[in-house]
């Protein structure tokens, strides 16, 4: 029984080493798959590292999945083996509704592909300007998907061309009900922080009641001098 004893650890150890060399000798991925989030074939913005999708494929005896971020201008990039991939968009993981299609990809060097979404709300026609020492933001709100509720929206501004809820100097929220038939306006003082910088940059960002991600224009550059 003793030597029972000693023999099956080594005996596991071995079998945990060589899959451990198998796996470590095995050539890394090499093949990458590009695009976008879209909506009417126009990409999507949204929080920088807020967003991601799932990514499956079936192989090495598991069928395991990977997540595919989503870039604040809704573009996405990452580096797979060869081979056929479920792209599942995970409920709940954007500012839009949710879809229960996964969408097959074939993966033989690179790839590239649009991922459409059905938005509650978009952001269109965004621009920005300094104004004494405000920046003025004027845009329109238009309703996509009927389904839900409009519950605010909110300017941002800040040093850095990645802009969101949590990356921002100064932000300014108007909350509904509001008319969104005709432009919106909103005005956000430059912080002292932002005072001596020569340009900033400048979004907005609509969110719906019960969505916990907001849909967000281009991060755009204004200039302060």
């Known amino acids: ?3 029972i004893t000693y023999t099956l650890p080594l005996i596991a150890l071995s079998v945990f080493l060589f899959a451990g060399c198998e796996k470590d000798n095995r050539t890394p991925p090499g093949s990458t ?4 989030v879209v909506y009417n074939k126009e990409p ?4 920088s590292g807020g967003v991601s999708f799932e990514i499956w494929q079936r192989g090495f005896q598991l069928f395991s999945s990977l997540p ?3 870039a604040q201008d809704g573009s996405f990039s990452a580096v797979l083996y060869n081979g056929d991939y479920k792209l599942v968009r995970a409920r709940g993981a954007g500012p839009w509704a949710d879809a229960s299609d996964s969408i097959d990809v074939h993966l033989s060097g690179s790839a590239t592909i649009d991922i459409p979404v059905n938005p509650y709300f978009i952001i269109t026609n965004a621009g920005f300007q300094k104004n004494g020492s405000n920046i003025t933001g004027t845009f329109t709100v238009q309703m996509v998907n009927t389904t839900r509720e409009m519950e605010l929206v909110r300017i941002y501004i800040g040093p850095n ?3 969101d809820q949590n990356n921002n100097s100064a932000n300014v929220t108007r909350t509904a009900p509001f008319n969104i038939t005709t432009p919106v306006t909103l005005n956000v003082a430059i912080p002292a922080s932002l005072a001596a910088e020569n340009f900033i940059y400048a979004r907005v960002g609509v969110k719906t009641r019960g ?3 907001l849909m967000y ?3 755009q550059k204004v200039q302060l001098k």
């Open 1 to 3: 029984m003793k030597g």
């Open 33 to 36: 798959l590009t695009g976008r």
């Open 44 to 47: 999507i913005g949204v929080r």
């Open 68 to 70: 595919l971020n989503i």
């Open 161 to 163: 061309y990645v802009l």
């Open 211 to 213: 969505i916990n991600e």
């Open 217 to 219: 224009s281009t991060s």
